[in-house]
């Protein structure tokens, strides 16, 4: 692996930086770099949260092991699922409480109730309320 910068090349491992553990810090950030994080955006995918074609043809490899690269949903796109009329269930609100987020659902018949939610984040309060929503 080489570092390029005013057409200057410079082998990494000339400057004690070994390939692997770059190529394992790049993948940690960009692992980490999302609203939501990683195991979250899989649990969804697991609950049956609707998926991205170009997620799903996007593989991730790592140290021998691809990884299929789940959907990172958007706020708008998650408040969308958790309120799905045809299933009787209703997004009701989302807040912000001191240093939480916190969301609500509602499950008609009403008997069924409300669902909720806390997240550090807006969009990790309203995936976990869709995971609370669409446990298996």
């Not at 190529?23 to 950030?29: A, D, G, L, V």
């Not at 799905?84 to 109730?113: C, D, M, V």
Request: with cysteine; glycine share 6%.
């Amino acid at each position: 692996m080489v570092y390029r910068k005013h057409n200057l090349i410079i082998p990494l491992s000339s400057i004690g930086i070994d390939s692997k553990d770059l190529i394992s810090s790049i993948f940690m950030i960009i692992k980490n770099y999302r609203m939501l994080n990683y195991e979250i955006c899989k649990s969804l995918k697991d609950a049956g949260f609707p998926q991205k074609l170009e997620d799903l043809l996007n593989e991730i490899e790592y140290q021998g092991v691809t990884y299929q690269k789940p959907t990172e949903p958007t706020l708008s796109e998650l408040i969308q699922e958790c309120g799905n009329e045809p299933k009787g269930i209703y997004f009701r609100w989302l807040k912000n409480e001191k240093t939480q987020w916190h969301a609500q659902a509602r499950r008609h018949p009403s008997s069924l109730g409300d669902v909720r939610a806390k997240g550090s984040t807006p969009e990790e309060a309203v995936a976990l309320l869709y995971l609370k929503l669409y446990e298996k």
